[in-house]
């Protein structure tokens, strides 16, 4: 299983952006999905999760900015990213929790990182 993002980019603060991440495979389902941002001398933090039932969670600074969905159909996840902050800026990674056939375990996966820079 592979996760694809996309969609990140340079923006005026104030703008939007918005990521995709779309998981490929055969024979896989999926969990839990969620974007983590890693900025420059920090660690790596949660963005926005869902459930596979629709259920979010966001980290508190971009709550009313940021929104995420998922297809379940298309395997795909997206973020997207409103009134954008310089402090927004980071390496954003999507991260799926996949289960390869049925009754196996769920594990983590990731995908490559995009980076989303917001200039003041």
């Known amino acids: 299983v592979q996760l694809q993002a996309s969609g990140g980019g340079l923006v005026q603060a104030g703008g939007t952006l918005t990521l995709s991440c779309a998981a490929s495979g055969r024979d896989f389902s999926i969990n839990g999905m969620g974007w983590y941002r890693q900025a420059p001398g920090k660690e790596r933090e949660l963005v926005a999760s869902?459930?596979?039932?629709?259920?979010?969670n966001y980290e508190d600074s971009v709550k009313g900015r940021f929104t995420i969905s998922r297809d379940n159909i298309k395997n795909t996840v997206y973020l997207q990213m409103n009134s954008l902050k310089p402090e927004d800026t980071a390496v954003y990674y999507c991260?799926?929790?996949?289960?390869?056939?049925?009754?196996?375990?769920?594990?983590?996966?990731w995908g490559q990182g995009t980076q989303v820079t917001v200039s003041s």
């Open positions: 869902i459930t596979r039932f629709g259920i979010t």
């Open positions: 991260n799926a929790e996949v289960r390869q056939r049925p009754g196996w375990k769920y594990d983590s996966y």
